[in-house]
Structure formats: C-alpha cells, structure tokens
C-alpha cells in the first residue's frame, strides 16, 4: 500500500494506524531522510540543504534506498509507503521493481486536506516538533513541489484503480476510521 497527502495532510500520523491495521511495516522516506540528517551519515550531509529548502531529493538516491528498504525480511508479506513515490520517475520504479518480484499494490490512500488548512496546521507543527522544513518560506517551496510534481501521480494510480481518497479533515481518530473502513471497503 501507499499513503500520499500534500504536505500536512496527516500522513505520518495515520500511516501507523494503517499499517498497524494490515501488519505491515511503515516506511517513510521523510524519516529515513531526517534519521540520516541527524547522524550526520555521507547521505544526510549531502541532503541537509535540500530538505531544508522544500527541495526533493534525487530519484536515484531516494529509489536506491526504497530498494534496499523493501528488500529487508520485515517486507516480505507487504508495506506501507509514506511520502515515496513523490515523482513519475519514482512511479514507474516502484512498478517496475515490484512486478519484477511478481508483486503488485492493493491500495494508494490519498488524504485529502484543503490547502489553507494543511498551512495551518505546518505552522502549528513547526511550533511542536521544530522541524526545519516547517518554516513558512519552506512550507510554501514544498507546497509548489507536491503541487507540480506529486498531485498528477494520483490521476496514474486512479487509472489503475488503485486510488482510494480519504477526508483528511478532523480529529485524527476520526480521520484514522474514515481511512480504515475505506481501505477495507476497496481491498473487499
Ligand atoms: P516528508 O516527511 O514525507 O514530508 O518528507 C520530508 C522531505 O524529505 C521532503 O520535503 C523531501 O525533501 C524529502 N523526501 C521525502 N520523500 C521523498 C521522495 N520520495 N522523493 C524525494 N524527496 C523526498
């Protein structure tokens, strides 16, 4: 599975539930990102500035590390997917690399949020958690990005019939049944 949402739109925070739902691993490319930022490893030194600007990382360095991710024993019966694929590029090497394993999605949950309320709620999580790509300059930079480059990837997983659009709006245990029961409504 894989749970994609504008910037705010909850998806580090409901991915747990769902992947707490289905047994399953969830993976965030954004965590892997930040864990390596913080240990200061070869890759988070070369991130740091592009995360920071709202910037993605290349495809190549994030597809590299999804491929040794999902390679691990944890995966073998199904994952969870939280901000990866974030480009067209990523679209098709997901695909491609799982059909190669004879392996395919069940389920691409988009949370859906209105724009002003995924700014407010940015701004309330920068104040929380200081995270350093939650500043407002940032925020908008990463707005723009997910706007060009990862929206459109919902019109190709809607074609494969994959989709499966969430309310993101509410308390999050509201959101987290709303999500749950839509995923189980589709994967029926
Ligand atoms: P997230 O925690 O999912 O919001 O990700 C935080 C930041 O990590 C993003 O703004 C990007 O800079 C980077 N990032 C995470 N996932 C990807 C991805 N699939 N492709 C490129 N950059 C990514």
Redesign the pocket.
């Given at each position: 599975m894989l749970i994609m949402g504008a910037?705010g739109a909850g998806?580090?925070t409901q991915s747990t539930a769902l992947a707490e739902a289905y047994s399953v691993p969830a993976i965030?490319?954004?965590?892997?990102?930040?864990a390596n930022i913080r240990n200061a490893t070869e890759l988070g030194v070369k991130?740091k500035a592009?995360?920071e600007?709202?910037?993605?990382?290349?495809?190549d360095?994030?597809e590299a590390i999804?491929a040794d991710r999902l390679a691990e024993e944890d995966c073998s019966s199904g994952f969870l997917l939280?901000?990866?694929?974030?480009?067209m590029h990523?679209v098709h090497f997901l695909d491609r690399h799982l059909s190669r394993q004879r392996r395919g999605l069940n389920a691409v949950v988009s949370l859906v949020v209105e724009p002003d309320e995924l700014v407010a709620r940015l701004l309330d999580r920068a104040q929380k958690e200081g995270?350093t790509?939650d500043n407002e300059d940032?925020i908008r930079r990463?707005m723009e990005?997910y706007a060009g480059q990862t929206a459109p990837l919902l019109f190709h997983y809607e074609r494969q019939g994959l989709l499966v659009e969430v309310e993101g709006t509410g308390t999050v245990e509201e959101v987290r049944q709303r999500m749950l029961e839509a995923v189980a409504a589709h994967k029926a």
């Open positions: 910037p998806k580090g965030s490319t954004g965590d892997i990102f930040r991130i592009l995360i600007a709202g910037e993605y990382v290349s495809d360095v994030t999804v939280d901000g990866f694929p974030r480009t990523q995270r790509d940032t990463r990005v």
